[in-house]
């Protein structure tokens, strides 16, 4: 190959540069692209509610637990309880996984499996798991019990944690009263 082809090649090589910057500046002229004030993408989120009391708020009124309990089925509570199963066994005389057993956890006192090693804060609140407290606590266990070393970020929906609350008594040799409404 003489030099005269390897200068046709090269200049052909070359004016192919140079129409494609030509191409791209034209289109970048034509199509500009506005740069944004502040670079990124702002994620909206929810601010977390400090006991759960403003998040009912935006909810709105929220009927008492005894009022919920009178609709409530334990059927849809079973279904609602595959949640739990995960760190919680259900049966009777089941093992403790991460959390404790919840065979007749209602009416039970907190912190009553001497086979289980408990939270500090759970052990320090004392009383009972009625319904009244399983409500305040399912809503919102981190907020409910400081220190609780429970990860599940709580049951939101106010009819779904009554059906949860009618299945956990169901879970019972003898299933305690549910309270009627007032």
């Known amino acids: 190959m003489d030099s005269f082809e390897l200068n ?3 200049g052909a090589v070359l004016g192919t540069c140079l129409f494609l910057l030509s191409i791209n500046m034209l289109s970048g002229a034509i199509f500009h692209a ?6 990124g993408y702002e994620v909206a989120a929810a601010e977390p509610a400090a006991a759960g009391g403003a998040a009912q708020a935006a909810v709105g009124p929220v009927d008492p637990i005894e009022v919920r ?5 334990a059927e849809k509570g079973a279904n609602a309880a595959k949640k739990c199963i995960a760190c919680h066994d259900l049966s009777k005389g089941g093992p403790n996984k991460v959390g404790p057993n919840l065979w007749n956890i209602v009416g039970a006192n907190r912190a009553h499996l001497g086979n289980f090693a408990y939270s500090a804060g759970l052990k320090s609140m004392g009383g009972n ?3 009244a407290a399983l409500d305040k606590f399912l809503a919102n266990p981190k907020g409910e019990v400081k220190g609780t070393t429970m990860a599940f970020a709580g049951v939101t929906r106010p009819a779904e944690r009554a059906d949860l609350i009618a299945y956990l008594n169901s879970l019972a040799d003898s299933p305690k009263p549910l309270p009627a409404a007032k």
Do not use: F, G
Request: proline share 12%.
């Open 129 to 131: 798991w009625d319904v």
């Open 69 to 73: 309990l009178a609709s409530a089925s």
């Open 8 to 10: 046709k090649i090269a």
């Open 34 to 39: 506005k740069k944004p004030e502040k670079p």
